[in-house]
């Protein structure tokens, strides 16, 4: 704002001898917008200004800028040193050097940094007007710059102020802690996301830490009297207007209560304010939260930290909240509303009134801002990095997260950084917080020239190509998802309250339902239970209307009373979460995947409701046909941990939603028929790998006793890991080697290899990893937990009186190094080969293995009348024991037995060798394959033993005992 003096002496001096229009046109026909101005008399004569003045260049911003020109008539002496200081990007050091040599020795400490403060303004405002229009400076340099100016405002402002009230109140002490108290400056909304218009309020917040009161001076304040003095002294350096004009205009309303509210508050009040009264907009605000005055002091560090411990649980959630949608979709109708109030009167000027406000109208600045939230409020609880507060960061994160397409992420970048520059230069006009495009015609040609447009209807061309795709984004991103719906037939709750038991079975029976009684009962259960009845209003609608879709879905389903069975033990699980009663609320093609994950596997169904969070999976309809990249997949979870650093629950959590992440999408795959048997244990088999490697490097991290960056430790996995035949609920087969010299090499990769398990097995908020099972040692239970490399070599090759017995040499078979040192599991792998290639006796071979396997089927006894799949004879072990011993007793003459390749490729191999009938390998093969499929199956449909029919694979056992009998000469 320009004070009357300067205006005055505008008015008087005379020196702008053309409109603002003709000296942009002046300007442009120069040099073309963008690039030097060659024709600097020109534009000297257009503004008014003496080419002298300028040091000999044209200064857009003096052609462009009513604000500029005025400044420049009241300081001669800016022309030159614009001109001078433009030519580099502005910086802190700069700012901070300029305040030294405008600030004067004064008896008036807050007047003088109050004057050096506005004067520095100008010419920040000057030089960065200058380089933006001559398209030397980013968005980003701009933002950068005015934020740069306000944190160096509050904070010399602040130190100002805080010595010149010492003699009379002293400084501020904390009741309990005994320290000098600081004041904590906030800065919200663009200033703390690093995004600062070149003439926009900054939005702040006091707060400090302990009351209290001062001591030192000559009188005694409470804390919080003092620090209400402090900001309102603050505020006046900042926002009077002067002679000299201001330095930013202050908004204060974000604090608690807004105006009503304390201006200056403890953390105390802020925190039972967040708990008790914190509001939905409030999250959004506070995600831009950041302290911007001095954190130089240990007091105001900690301070600041305890502050980010504070708000960090009120605005990130730590489950998925979808409830954020509705929130922002309510208040971006007010918003909308006020911005079309506002930009009402300006429709009979010929604007676009529905594009007027370039912040607040449709496809506008907030409403991008509000599609990059939408994925910080959603998602932010559980991954770190979508904390970020600039607008263009999380969009850029949010498409490497895979949850916003790099076309629309483009689009929204695109129409965000236009969008501010267009705001930029509607307010270098006249240093003025708009957002509305000009009415006048002189005004609308010199703002499109300022863009780079050759007229006005060029500029909103240009707006209407960029803002359509974001109001069309943020329409399908926000639409109420009732809209257009038909109405769903309303069994719930009607049903459940109603008195008269023979009409509602009615109504069930024609909805598709066999047990009515029964499915009535439960309905007027869960009507009547504590849990429903504690819902909000809100969450109880939305209980009410998914319950109706339910029985809807369900009643479709050829096991319609199952499949509602499974979704009411569902809802019972996640009711008390509004979040997800509202992500499907949301989102209705969730609901149905959900209907159909629920009617296609018992197990799928107990593993959603024991993880609801993996409802977020469902939205992802590439899920269903993405093939995951492992080692992308590595990155992305090291770099999320390593944000976590030092968080070892939080690290632990996400580990484990990852693993139900990617478990979730494989099953999705699964039970939509688009993967084998073979592949689900592939993918499977390299997830854990996959998070093997990662938990290692982060366990590895968090030992105080390491000793080197990166330990010389690797994971063997044997059983179904380590023959790649792993389930959605196998345990993991693993042994732990290391080859270190260091004295102290045990006892480290002990408490490593330790740690390393209660990570991988412990119970969190987000479930468990893996069961583990390190039995397969050498020596067993009773062996070390982590065996040196030449430990396990001698152990292996029988060298020594320590020595493996056969069975450990048949678990060799199906062993591979998994995780850890790749150079070691190299060194492990050549071992292996050897051990396997060892000269054997056959029948000494023979018995060891038929005697092993009685031994097992002893420890198996099966009593029913089914066949076990697994354990009975011709089943899957018969299988295995006999592919095992074909590799022991033959590699030494055809070593590429030694492959880990499945049993069925072995088999295969084996008969194409000649070892065994090559027909009777491929059924039995055939045989292997049938039951792994048969018995994956009763695992996906809740059975924990895989037992079928005995004449539903009468022929492959047979086939499995022939190949026996051929092998080991027995039945």
């Excluded at 008539?73 to 022309?79: D, K, N, S």
């Excluded at 303004?121 to 933006?132: H, L, T």
């Amino acid at each position: 704002m320009t004070s009357p003096d300067i205006a005055s002496s505008q008015a008087g001096a005379g020196r702008h001898a053309a409109d603002a229009a003709v000296a942009v046109d002046a300007a442009t026909a120069a040099s073309g917008l963008g690039g030097m101005a060659s024709g600097a008399f020109a534009v000297a004569a257009a503004t008014g200004l003496d080419p002298a003045d300028c040091g000999g260049h044209a200064l857009y911003s003096a052609a462009a800028s009513h604000y500029v020109r005025r400044v420049m008539q009241a300081r001669p002496e800016l022309p030159a040193l614009v001109a001078q200081a433009s030519a580099e990007p502005l910086t802190r050091v700069w700012m901070e050097a300029r305040l030294a040599e405008l600030r004067q020795p004064a008896a008036d400490a807050e007047q003088a940094i109050g004057q050096a403060l506005r004067r520095l303004r100008a010419e920040v405002m000057c030089i960065v007007i200058e380089r933006d229009l001559r398209g030397l400076a980013t968005l980003a340099e701009v933002t950068g710059a005015m934020t740069d100016l306000a944190e160096l405002s509050i904070q010399h402002a602040l130190a100002t102020l805080t010595e010149d009230m010492a003699p009379t109140f002293g400084r501020p002490v904390g009741e309990h802690s005994g320290e000098v108290q600081e004041l904590i400056v906030v800065g919200m909304g663009k200033l703390g996301g690093r995004e600062l218009n070149v003439s926009s309020d900054i939005d702040l917040i006091f707060l400090y830490d302990e009351d209290g009161d001062t001591a030192g001076g000559q009188r005694s304040l409470s804390n919080h009297e003092y620090f209400t003095r402090l900001g309102r002294r603050l505020i006046s350096v900042l926002a009077e207007t002067t002679a000299d004009g201001y330095v930013f205009r202050v908004d204060m309303r974000l604090r608690p209560n807004g105006d009503a509210g304390p201006l200056a508050c403890s953390l105390g009040m802020l925190e039972e304010y967040l708990v008790v009264q914190g509001r939905e907009w409030e999250r959004y605000a506070w995600i831009k939260g950041r302290v911007v005055s001095s954190l130089a002091t240990p007091h105001a560090q900690r301070t600041a930290d305890q502050l980010a411990r504070l708000t960090t649980p009120f605005v990130f959630r730590r489950y998925l909240d979808y409830g954020v949608i509705a929130a922002i979709r309510s208040l971006h109708a007010q918003i909308r509303a006020e911005a079309a109030k506002r930009s009402g009167g300006l429709a009979g000027h010929g604007v676009n009134q529905r594009s007027a406000d370039i912040k607040l109208g449709r496809g506008g600045i907030r409403e991008i801002e509000f599609m990059a939230q939408v994925f910080q409020l959603i998602r932010g609880g559980q991954d770190l990095a979508l904390r970020a507060r600039p607008t263009l960061e999380v969009l850029a994160i949010a498409v490497e997260r895979g949850l916003l397409p790099a076309g629309q992420a483009l689009q929204l970048s695109d129409a965000y950084r236009f969008l501010r520059q267009l705001e930029h230069r509607l307010q270098y006009r006249d240093d003025a917080q708009t957002h509305h495009l000009p009415t006048s015609e002189q005004e609308q040609s010199a703002v499109a020239r300022m863009m780079g447009c050759a007229d006005w209807p060029a500029l909103q061309a240009r707006l209407a190509e960029l803002q359509e795709p974001v109001a069309q984004q943020f329409e399908v991103t926000f639409s109420d998802p009732e809209q257009g719906q038909p109405p769903a037939e309303t069994l719930w709750p009607a049903l459940a309250h109603g008195e008269d038991e023979e009409a509602p079975c009615a109504r069930l029976a024609q909805a598709g339902y066999s047990d009515c009684v029964g499915l009535l009962e439960r309905l007027r259960a869960t009507a009547a239970s504590p849990r429903y009845r504690a819902l909000s209003e809100q969450s109880r609608a939305r209980f009410d209307l998914l319950v109706n879709r339910a029985l809807d879905l369900a009643g479709r389903q050829d096991d319609a009373d199952a499949t509602i069975a499974r979704f009411l033990d569902f809802f019972d699980a996640i009711s008390r979460r509004a979040s997800y009663l509202s992500l499907l609320s949301e989102y209705p093609q969730a609901m149905e995947r959900v209907a159909h994950t629920l009617h296609a596997s018992r197990w799928a169904a107990t593993y959603l409701t024991r993880h609801p969070q993996l409802l977020d999976e469902l939205l992802d309809a590439e899920a269903l046909a993405s093939v995951p990249d492992w080692e992308a997949f590595r990155a992305r979870l090291g770099e999320r941990l390593l944000a976590a650093h030092g968080q070892v629950e939080a690290q632990m959590d996400i580990l484990r939603r990852e693993h139900h992440a990617e478990t979730f999408r494989v099953l999705l795959q699964d039970l939509h028929g688009r993967l084998t048997v073979e592949q689900i244990a592939d993918r499977l088999s390299d997830l854990a790998d996959a998070m093997l490697d990662v938990t290692l490097t982060a366990v590895w991290q968090q030992l105080p006793m390491r000793h080197r960056d990166t330990p010389r430790f690797a994971v063997i996995a044997y059983g179904r890991l380590g023959g790649k035949e792993l389930g959605y609920a196998s345990d993991l087969d693993i042994i732990f080697l290391h080859d270190d010299d260091d004295d102290g090499a045990a006892e480290i990769y002990a408490a490593y290899a330790r740690r390393l398990i209660t990570w991988l097995t412990s119970h969190t908020a987000a479930g468990m990893l893996f069961d583990v099972d390190t039995r397969l040692r050498p020596n067993g239970a009773a062996g070390l937990l982590v065996t040196s490399f030449e430990s396990f070599r001698r152990y292996q090759l029988r060298q020594g009186d320590n020595t493996a017995w056969v069975w450990e040499h048949q678990a060799l078979t199906r062993a591979r190094f998994c995780a850890g040192d790749r150079e070691l599991g190299a060194r492990f792998e050549r071992l292996r080969e050897e051990v396997l290639c060892q000269p054997r006796d056959a029948d000494t071979l023979r018995q060891d293995i038929v005697a092993m396997r009685h031994k097992v089927a002893e420890g198996h006894p099966n009593r029913s009348d089914r066949f076990d799949l697994k354990h009975d004879r011709g089943g899957m072990v018969d299988i295995e024991f006999t592919v095992q011993y074909l590799v022991l007793l033959h590699s030494r003459a055809h070593p590429e037995l030694t492959r880990n390749a499945g049993n069925i490729a072995l088999l295969r191999m084996a008969g194409q060798l000649g070892l065994i009938d090559a027909t009777l390998a491929e059924a039995v093969g055939d045989a292997y394959r049938t039951f792994r499929a048969r018995q994956h199956k009763l695992r996906l449909d809740g059975q924990d033993q895989a037992r079928v029919p005995p004449q539903t694979i009468e022929a492959q056992a047979r086939d499995v005992r022939a190949l026996w009998q051929a092998v080991f000469g027995q039945d």
